[in-house]
């Protein structure tokens, strides 16, 4: 049976989008390993600096062997990492949550003109 995550669990995890939407690579320069046999290619995620390296058979047109070099805290425990529902519905709570603190929390140090006729109104008193 798949554990069932609780939002507050996963809110503290700093890859989170990349849970939900999975990983946004982009092509970078291979010169910072070398592959034993085939070319080397590599990718990295931009949201969390994953790192996937490819050794590829140019002339078989082949994918020899695949490596990736997580981030720091990005792995979970054999079995335990949460399925992509589970990380698609706590991005959406977390939007939600910074949606509402966005709306509570607007505030001013500009006195509106109302406010300044209140204390103009009390200092005649």
């Known amino acids: 049976m798949d554990r069932e995550w609780k939002g507050e669990e996963l809110a503290v995890y700093e890859y989170l989008e990349c849970g939900a939407l999975g990983h946004a690579w982009d092509l970078v320069d291979s010169n910072h390993w070398s592959a034993s046999f085939g070319e080397p290619f590599t990718v990295r995620c931009m949201r969390c600096m994953m790192e996937r390296r490819d050794q590829v058979m140019?002339?078989?047109r082949t994918l020899?062997?695949?490596?990736?070099?997580?981030?720091?805290?990005?792995?979970?425990?054999?079995?335990?990492?949460?399925?992509?529902?589970?990380?698609?519905l706590m991005s959406i709570d977390t939007s939600r949550r910074r949606r509402k603190t966005r709306e509570t929390?607007?505030?001013?140090?500009?006195?509106?003109?109302?406010?300044?006729?209140e204390v103009k109104g009390n200092g005649q008193g």
Do not use: C
């Open 105 to 117: 929390t607007v505030t001013t140090t500009v006195p509106t003109a109302a406010a300044k006729r």
């Open 64 to 88: 020899l062997a695949r490596r990736y070099v997580q981030p720091p805290g990005y792995k979970f425990a054999r079995g335990e990492r949460p399925s992509r529902l589970d990380f698609v």
């Open 58 to 60: 140019r002339d078989s």
